[in-house]
């Protein structure tokens, strides 16, 4: 099956089967002691299309005086990290997604993952962008940055058609267990 068929597929499985998500702290937590990261700077998402919802999950984070930031796609539709706090103003882009409205640009040691469907070897599927693997690829060559991919149990699938643009995530968190 093509990558567009794998696609369309999953977001239907996904807006049927969507409810709210209980991804549990901890499981993120523990990736942050195992590396033993100090200062700690999150990047989250803001969901979308009936994405797993972390904004309750920054939100945590943020009162355990975590870093948080959002993405921001900007010119030649490059994706950056921007701090962001959960009383900060948001602007909508030209995709209809709430984004961070700061200027400075934050590279994050943890980043969570949106995805359509993931498979054991934890590559992913998303929009068809290539929004995140593009930005993998560059913020591996400026420092170390855990990918954490987040999904509903349904969205793992036998085998995703990769190809050389594709990013493999270090792990995949569901709400009911963790893939690495």
Do not use: H, W
């Amino acid at each position: 099956m093509s990558k567009e068929a794998l696609r369309k597929k999953l977001l239907k499985i996904r807006r049927k089967n969507y409810k709210d998500s209980l991804i549990k702290i901890k499981n993120i937590k523990s990736v942050i002691l195992k590396n033993k990261i100090n200062n700690t700077l999150i990047g989250g998402y803001y969901p979308v299309n009936f994405e797993v919802d972390c904004l309750n999950l920054l939100k945590l984070f943020e009162k355990q005086n975590y870093k948080i930031s959002l993405p921001r796609v900007g010119k030649n539709n490059v994706m950056n990290f921007y701090n962001y706090s959960s009383n900060d103003p948001l602007y909508i882009n030209k995709y209809g997604i709430p984004e961070p409205k700061k200027n400075k640009i934050v590279y994050p040691d943890i980043l969570l993952v949106p995805l359509v469907g993931f498979d054991k070897r934890l590559f992913r599927i998303g929009y068809g962008g290539g929004y995140y693997d593009r930005y993998l690829k560059r913020i591996k060559k400026i420092k170390k940055c855990i990918s954490i991919g987040l999904a509903f149990p349904f969205q793992k699938i036998p085998k995703i058609p990769i190809n050389k643009f594709d990013i493999k995530l270090d792990m995949v968190i569901t709400t009911d267990r963790k893939y690495v």
